[in-house]
């Protein structure tokens, strides 16, 4: 197996994906971009995607991570509007192209329509979110984005299923499409509902970190493929089992978190440049056997079904978005107003991406009785052109109207000092703790040792008010953030004396490798309370 095309992949989109932080452009539409223009440059290796790798090893990691930094209280509290999104606005959008496509195209069989409209129905869980965070959308708004693209995926992938059979001449029926989901569906939860707990119980008594980080990777690959294998949705098992997962990390040793947190940013980052990458290296394979479809004919064709893709969602949107509110005394009091603006976001932000170019992808070449698939070819260009279409305009100009429609920032000053309180709360907790423990005899300490302890939690509950405080005139700094630059100044030239003691071989390098860890772990714990 030649190994250079895969290195070039991760180590051209990971440089772009740098290269894009500096840039007012969203990291995905400049790898995108960047996939389009190589794809044409002679030499550069075939990079067809392959679904048999796409789904099963790119997307459980994804979903995984998206999830696990997920509120699963957010999420449940806005369930109504992520479930009309992510069940029945992909239904919705799933007939409406289907039945748009079937009445434009010539010969295009109205299942072979609705296997398109599945394929370009979901939103990508990748691209929403990334814009989101850029921009500083509300949190509200955030939340329901976030669980639409983690539960999308199960129902178009169903629905996908469901049309193909219906296409390739398995006798699909309406009520057995409706059976086919549901098992999916509840199959896919309740494969979750049996691995969260004991995947937990397994983080939480292995005390190994490199085991437990082991566990880590392996979690979301182990709940996909156990729900696959017994025909239920993969994507709602990762979901599941991630979002209990998130919710309990608190349970976990500090160490595991620590390391856990880094490698899975790392993972994510490479993952998510390089199925940006791909899908605009995917450019020469569509193209590809368009034959009478070729030029103006195919062009207008993928304007048509980008402009009802876009439409599809204002129409979806905006109805389940106020008229439940209208209708409905107790969504009213028990749902904060959501507003046209967010609605028009919601509506807006429904770039496609990498997922529907796999489903696609994974389209059989033949039908029963071995004729080839209808218009395989066409709906693979248009799939891709759907999903270009939105990742360019959609994405370029949702930071914009973000702006364009003012929301209101972050209360930071509320926030801080909600993070005051809580911290206060802490503390005195930890004190009255740690009274009852110095008045048991098997656990006393000298005056000063017991001293510090009480001073390291007077300097956490002061740090966050600090924050509140008057800036340095000088250097325009908080004194807490002053104290902990002088903190990282003393660790560093500890550090630096360690390392000179073991280039004199006063120390070994194995215990300068425990005496580093030792201030890189002090470092981080500085670096995450200025955070």
């Given at each position: 197996m030649d190994v250079m095309p895969l290195l070039l992949l991760v180590a051209g989109s990971t440089a772009i994906a740098a290269a894009a932080r500096r840039t007012p452009v969203p990291a995905p539409l400049l790898l995108v971009a960047a996939g389009l223009v190589v794809s044409f440059v002679p030499g550069i290796p075939d990079y067809t995607l392959d679904p048999d790798v796409v789904l099963p090893l790119l997307l459980p990691p994804l979903l995984y991570t998206s999830a696990s930094d997920s509120s699963y209280l957010d999420l449940r509290a806005q369930f109504r509007p992520v479930a009309l999104l992510s069940v029945g606005y992909v239904l919705f959008a799933t007939f409406a192209v289907g039945w748009v496509a079937y009445l434009i195209i010539p010969g295009l069989p109205l299942t072979a329509a609705l296997v398109l409209g599945a394929v370009v129905a979901p939103p990508d869980a990748v691209a929403a979110t990334a814009v989101a965070?850029?921009?500083?959308?509300?949190?509200?708004?955030?939340?329901?984005?976030?669980?639409?693209?983690?539960?999308?995926?199960?129902?178009?992938?169903?629905?996908?299923?469901?049309?193909?059979?219906?296409?390739?001449?398995?006798?699909?029926?309406?009520?057995?499409?409706?059976?086919?989901?549901?098992?999916?569906?509840?199959?896919?939860?309740?494969?979750?509902?049996?691995?969260?707990?004991?995947?937990?119980?397994?983080?939480?008594?292995?005390?190994?970190?490199?085991?437990?980080?082991?566990?880590?990777?392996?979690?979301?690959?182990?709940?996909?493929?156990?729900?696959?294998?017994?025909?239920?949705?993969?994507?709602?098992?990762?979901?599941?089992?991630?979002?209990?997962?998130?919710?309990?990390?608190?349970?976990?040793?500090?160490?595991?978190?620590?390391?856990?947190?880094?490698?899975?940013?790392?993972?994510?980052?490479?993952?998510?440049?390089?199925?940006?990458?791909?899908?605009?290296?995917?450019?020469?394979?569509?193209?590809?056997?368009?034959?009478?479809?070729?030029?103006?004919?195919?062009?207008?064709?993928?304007?048509?079904?980008?402009?009802?893709?876009?439409?599809?969602?204002?129409?979806?949107?905006?109805?389940?978005?106020?008229?439940?509110?209208?209708?409905?005394?107790?969504?009213?009091?028990?749902?904060?107003?959501?507003?046209?603006?967010?609605?028009?976001?919601?509506?807006?932000?429904?770039?496609?991406?990498?997922?529907?170019?796999?489903?696609?992808?994974?389209?059989?070449?033949?039908?029963?009785?071995?004729?080839?698939?209808?218009?395989?070819?066409?709906?693979?260009?248009?799939?891709?052109?759907?999903?270009?279409?939105?990742?360019?305009?959609?994405?370029?100009t949702l930071p914009p109207l973000i702006r364009l429609l003012k929301f209101p920032g972050r209360d930071r000053q509320a926030e801080t000092l909600a993070e005051a309180n809580a911290q206060a709360q802490a503390s005195r907790a930890a004190e009255g703790r740690l009274d009852e423990l110095l008045a048991d005899e098997r656990n006393s300490l000298p005056p000063p040792l017991a001293d510090r302890l009480r001073q390291v939690l007077e300097s956490r509950r002061n740090s966050v008010w600090e924050r509140l405080g008057q800036a340095n005139p000088v250097t325009g700094e908080s004194v807490d953030d002053t104290y902990r630059r002088l903190s990282r100044e003393m660790i560093s030239s500890e550090r630096e004396v360690f390392v000179r003691l073991r280039d004199l071989r006063y120390i070994d390098d194995e215990m300068l490798r425990v005496l580093l860890r030792r201030l890189d772990l002090e470092e981080a714990a500085a670096y995450r309370e200025a955070v």
């Open positions: 965070r850029r921009v500083g959308l509300p949190s509200r708004i955030t939340t329901i984005l976030q669980g639409e693209s983690l539960l999308n995926d199960a129902t178009a992938i169903t629905a996908y299923k469901v049309a193909l059979a219906a296409a390739v001449g398995a006798g699909a029926t309406w009520a057995g499409g409706v059976v086919e989901f549901l098992i999916a569906a509840v199959g896919g939860v309740g494969v979750g509902l049996v691995l969260m707990a004991p995947l937990h119980w397994l983080r939480t008594h292995l005390r190994e970190p490199l085991l437990q980080n082991t566990l880590s990777l392996l979690i979301p690959f182990v709940a996909y493929g156990v729900a696959e294998q017994v025909h239920a949705s993969g994507v709602l098992a990762v979901v599941v089992v991630a979002l209990y997962l998130g919710h309990r990390a608190w349970e976990v040793d500090f160490a595991t978190r620590l390391q856990e947190e880094a490698v899975w940013k790392m993972v994510a980052f490479i993952l998510e440049s390089a199925v940006f990458a791909l899908i605009g290296l995917q450019l020469p394979v569509v193209l590809k056997g368009l034959g009478a479809y070729e030029g103006a004919l195919a062009a207008g064709y993928a304007v048509v079904l980008f402009l009802v893709v876009v439409v599809t969602r204002f129409v979806w949107v905006y109805p389940t978005t106020l008229l439940p509110r209208l209708l409905s005394r107790r969504v009213r009091e028990r749902e904060e107003d959501p507003t046209w603006r967010g609605a028009m976001v919601t509506s807006w932000a429904g770039m496609r991406g990498v997922v529907s170019l796999a489903i696609a992808f994974s389209i059989p070449l033949t039908v029963h009785g071995g004729r080839p698939f209808p218009q395989r070819n066409l709906i693979l260009f248009l799939t891709f052109t759907t999903v270009i279409g939105t990742l360019v305009v959609q994405g370029l």
